[in-house]
């Protein structure tokens, strides 16, 4: 081999090994940028948390005003049942689960109607008890069921039993009375309420 071919051949390996030694030095930058950006992901998870604790807190407040607006419009629970159904479609749009679990108590003459709404995603089995009176019934998803009790007192007690959950509260007859439990999740975050008005 004469000395042009040496020199040649020495100019090229030289490129092949600087080629290479880019190549390397791009991976580790490439693996360095990767692992300095992990820790951004970071907030997004908790912009989630935050997310949910914003929407449960909006429930909170709307939930009571759904059932205001019915009382007033005269649709009465009804409103609220719509209102349920709407902001399971619309969190559920977003990728978030919701359930709901209502009672309403409101004067009716000289008694007393108790209307459950459940937006559970599944039938409940329900105890409620006004006064020593117990009413045991099972409510199939998304719907809503009454019963009107008599003889009840200016001022009773009331205990709602449903799968997980009690609630024992004393309340005024000649008020609309509400207890709403609520739940707003995605993922492993999961925000719950418990609304009484």
Request: aromatic share 12%; with cysteine.
């Amino acid at each position: 081999m004469d000395w042009k071919l040496r020199s040649n051949f020495s100019v090229n390996n030289s490129k092949a090994k600087r080629k290479g030694q880019f190549f390397i030095l791009g991976a580790v930058l490439m693996c360095a940028v990767f692992f300095v950006g992990l820790p951004l992901y970071g907030p997004q998870v908790q912009a989630s948390r935050k997310d949910l604790s914003i929407i449960s807190g909006n429930l909170e407040r709307e939930f009571p005003r759904a059932l205001n607006l019915g009382m007033k419009s005269g649709s009465g629970t009804a409103s609220l049942a719509d209102f349920s159904v709407f902001a399971g479609s619309a969190l559920t749009g977003q990728g978030m689960d919701f359930r709901a679990f209502w009672i309403v108590a409101e004067p009716q003459d000289s008694d007393l109607r108790i209307t459950a709404g459940n937006f559970m995603g599944q039938s409940q089995s329900v105890q409620i008890e006004v006064n020593s009176e117990v009413w045991v019934f099972a409510i199939a998803d998304d719907a809503t069921q009454s019963r009107v009790f008599s003889g009840v007192p200016a001022s009773y007690q009331i205990r709602i039993d449903f799968p997980g959950h009690s609630k024992t509260s004393a309340w005024i007859k000649e008020k609309v009375n509400l207890y709403a439990f609520t739940s707003a999740g995605k993922g492993a975050d999961l925000a719950v309420e418990e609304i009484e008005t």
